[in-house]
């Protein structure tokens, strides 16, 4: 089950790809789960608690670190009317080949992350 959580942005993808490979790159995951989710009744958040649990052998074969995770509490500069998410995650990966290599495995949990959430951004950083 494949939505629009999943889809890559091509000119973003761009980007990271002629990034220097001898440099970290950081992936910013800002998540706004879903109050439930309808296959299993649970929480979002409980759903994406799952993920990571399913996620974390993955991470293991791969050079990369989450750096920060943490609940948005306020916005300071910017429209104070905007719903703030859910969560903010930050993973450093020793390189864009890491992101690439995790992108690969084909029994990634994709689809159990895309299900706890109601919307997502994954920005790259330097």
Do not use: H
Request: with cysteine; glycine share 4%; hydrophobic share 40%.
């Amino acid at each position: 089950m494949s939505n629009n959580l999943d889809e890559i942005n091509k000119e973003g993808l761009a980007i990271l790809a002629t990034f220097n490979e001898n440099e970290p790159v950081f992936m910013m995951n800002y998540l706004n789960y879903k109050e439930q989710v309808s296959s299993t009744g649970k929480t979002g958040k409980e759903t994406y608690k799952e993920y990571m649990k399913a996620a974390f052998p993955f991470f293991q074969e791969i050079d990369a670190d989450i750096i920060f995770k943490g609940k948005p509490m306020a916005t300071i500069i910017g429209s104070s009317k905007e719903k703030l998410w859910d969560e903010v995650l930050i993973v450093k990966y020793a390189s864009k080949n890491e992101f690439f290599k995790l992108m690969s495995f084909k029994e990634y949990p994709r689809d159990l992350r895309a299900s706890a959430l109601s919307d997502s951004r994954l920005i790259f950083c330097k």
